[in-house]
């Protein structure tokens, strides 16, 4: 007797069993047969109880049910079955004797699925098993579909609903390690060498903020990143890629492994690293699908939480520690390198781009000489008050020095720094300055630097391209933008 659990599984529908219930063994034993030879799991059971146990302890996709059997007949199985939730969505095919109607119009309205006559003709069985297994796999499917759509949209909503990018963090493995039941669910940012990473979060440990790790042990992760795809270990054990760490693998305690890359701006800035111990090695078609939808997320809220941090940081301090130029309320320059170097690290390290712009009024000192110091305090002032309607509120303004300014400009381009820097340039030159002491006339000159870029690789570096860009415009006539060459 070929026992459910060796038997073959229909390809295409991994466990899709079916019982074969009638009293009558050589009746039984064609049908299995019959099944069987097309690669159905099909399970012979020889009465009622039987049945109605088997269906209990492991539900099959389908249910072949014989009316006519001693103690439990067909049809009080068939009522059990359709009047237990837990049960009543398993499609059940009774069968029958062609003489007797009667029996077929009440299992049909006890909620039989469809009917077969005896003697039963293979390849209408096999029509029948066929289209009743695609209706229950297309049930399950949407089921799921609904779990997963839920799910996600969970997840995007818990993310949405707070900027810190330590719990958005949190909740994305949290939630993943849920969906997909995962050993260790953590979060892994690349490191802008491309051997370190930073686990900024991991499901099973909420104290894990940014532990540094060293990429050769991972080859998986590198793999990822290099491919930009994601990469299934079914086991960690047999799989080719660890070769080089299974040594330090022997008493792993989870047998598969999934990496998502986390793809922002066409880079990999990070992964979703899954472990299981499940079972059955491997991932379902569904969990990678799942797990895709939630890298999407991380990415975009990898973003969103770059911007937020930026200004949430820029209000903590404005507040706390004043860093801010009396004068214009613009930033002091102690604050702009601390921005800085904060910027040009994440940069870096998830290929950002980012450019900074340094911006001088052009002849100033004869304006203090003409109108006194104090209408020149008052012009300054006016001037910041124009560039800092010219930015974005993600761009840093800082006096740099006594007329001089400097931006800087996360996720920006050159180009895009250049456009911005142009409008700023027009709105002061055609501004009115000086009301009370009749109009001034304000030009700037400015220099525009942007990372990556040609002979740039340090804050050094970005500060100095720019300054040299700001005194050629200087040399060249004043009111202008001058970029440094990609
Ligand atoms: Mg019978």
Redesign the pocket.
């Known amino acids: 007797m070929a026992s459910a659990q060796n038997a073959p599984s229909r390809p295409g529908s991994p466990g899709s069993r079916i019982l074969v219930v ?3 063994p050589v ?1 039984r034993q064609i049908v299995v047969d019959a099944l069987a030879e097309r690669g159905f799991a099909a399970e012979p059971v020889p009465d009622g109880p039987a049945a109605l146990e088997r269906v209990a302890s492991d539900p099959p996709a389908l249910i072949l049910l ?4 001693p103690g439990l007949s067909g049809l009080e199985v068939l009522r059990k079955l359709k009047g237990d939730p837990k049960t009543q969505s398993i499609p059940v095919i009774l069968v029958t004797a062609r003489d007797r109607p009667a029996d077929l119009v009440e299992g049909l309205e006890a909620g039989a699925d469809d009917y077969l006559a005896k003697p039963v003709d293979p390849s209408e069985l096999l029509a029948r098993v066929r289209a009743h297994l695609r209706t229950g796999d297309l049930l399950t499917q949407f089921e799921k579909d609904r779990e997963d759509m839920a799910a996600v949209l969970e997840i995007s909503r818990a993310v949405s609903s707070t900027l810190k990018s330590s719990e958005i963090f949190g909740i994305l493995v949290d939630r993943t390690a849920r969906i997909v039941q995962a050993y260790r669910c953590s979060l892994v940012l690349i490191g802008d060498t491309h051997d370190t990473a930073y686990v900024v979060a991991s499901h099973d440990d909420p104290s894990v903020r940014n532990l540094k790790i060293s990429l050769r042990k991972y080859p998986e992760i590198r793999m990822a990143v290099a491919q930009r795809q994601l990469v299934v270990v079914d086991n960690i054990q047999e799989d080719p890629l660890l070769a080089e760490v299974r040594e330090h693998l022997g008493g792993a305690p989870f047998v598969s492994i999934l990496v998502l890359p986390i793809i922002l701006r066409e880079n990999v800035v990070g992964t979703l690293l899954l472990r299981t111990s499940h079972l059955t090695p491997g991932f379902t078609e569904r969990e990678i699908r799942i797990c895709q939808l939630i890298a999407d997320i991380a990415a975009a809220a990898l973003q969103n939480a770059h911007f937020f941090e930026s200004l949430e940081l820029a209000n903590v301090n404005l507040e706390r520690l004043a860093l801010v130029d009396d004068l214009t309320g613009a930033f002091n320059r102690r604050f702009f390198f601390r921005r800085l170097e904060e910027e040009f690290h994440r940069a870096r390290r998830y290929k950002f781009p980012l450019a900074c712009i340094f911006l001088d009024i052009d002849r100033f000192k004869p304006v203090n000489d003409r109108y006194g110091h104090l209408v020149g305090d008052r012009i300054l002032r006016e001037v910041t008050e124009v560039i800092r309607g010219s930015i974005r509120r993600t761009d840093i303004l800082a006096r740099y020095g006594g007329e001089e300014f400097a931006i800087l400009l996360p996720m920006t381009s050159g180009e895009g720094a250049v456009v911005e820097g142009e409008r700023i340039r027009q709105a002061v030159r055609t501004h009115a300055f000086g009301a009370d002491v009749g109009p001034v006339q304000i030009t700037i000159s400015l220099g525009v630097s942007a990372f990556p870029g040609a002979r740039i690789s340090s804050v050094e570096d970005l500060i100095a391209r720019a300054d040299d860009a700001l005194y050629q415009a200087k040399r060249e006539g004043r009111d202008r933008l001058i970029t440094t060459p990609d």
Do not use: F
């Open positions: 009638d009293d009558e009746a014989d009316i006519l059997m």
